[in-house]
């Protein structure tokens, strides 16, 4: 089993990155999957979740913090999990985690891929 996560890195305030987590080891269609975060000396966050396909798709959820700049998105086919990131701010500094999470139990967790903003 894995999640392994991309596309983090240093951008300045008001930039966008796109994060990916691909899976693999685990029937990923029926996972609901979930961004964390978190920053030096501070707890994980969750950021945001996108529920397993069904006949009336998924849905999503996100933290207030995120609401309007975040986009959380999965392809079942390629069993990837994005997460889109507008007008960063210096306080979306964390490292960033994709989970797995099934029955209400977070199954499975990537390394995490650091995402920086400064300018």
């Known amino acids: 089993v894995q999640l392994v996560e991309s596309g983090g890195g240093l951008v300045q305030p008001g930039g966008s990155l796109r994060l990916s987590c691909v899976a693999s080891?685990?029937?990923?269609?029926?996972?609901?999957m979930t961004w964390f975060r978190q920053a030096p000396g501070k707890e994980r966050e969750l950021v945001a979740t996108?529920?397993?396909?069904?006949?009336?798709?998924?849905?999503?959820n996100y933290a207030d913090f995120v609401k309007g700049r975040f986009t959380i998105s999965r392809d079942n086919v390629k069993n990837m999990v994005y997460l889109q990131m507008n007008n960063l701010k210096p306080e979306d500094t964390a490292v960033y985690s994709c989970?797995?999470?099934?029955?209400?139990?977070?199954?499975?967790w990537g390394q995490g891929t650091q995402v920086t903003v400064s300018s």
């Open positions: 996108i529920t397993s396909i069904t006949s009336a798709g998924s849905s999503t």
């Open positions: 080891g685990f029937p990923f269609s029926s996972y609901v």
């Open positions: 989970s797995a999470r099934r029955f209400g139990r977070y199954d499975y």
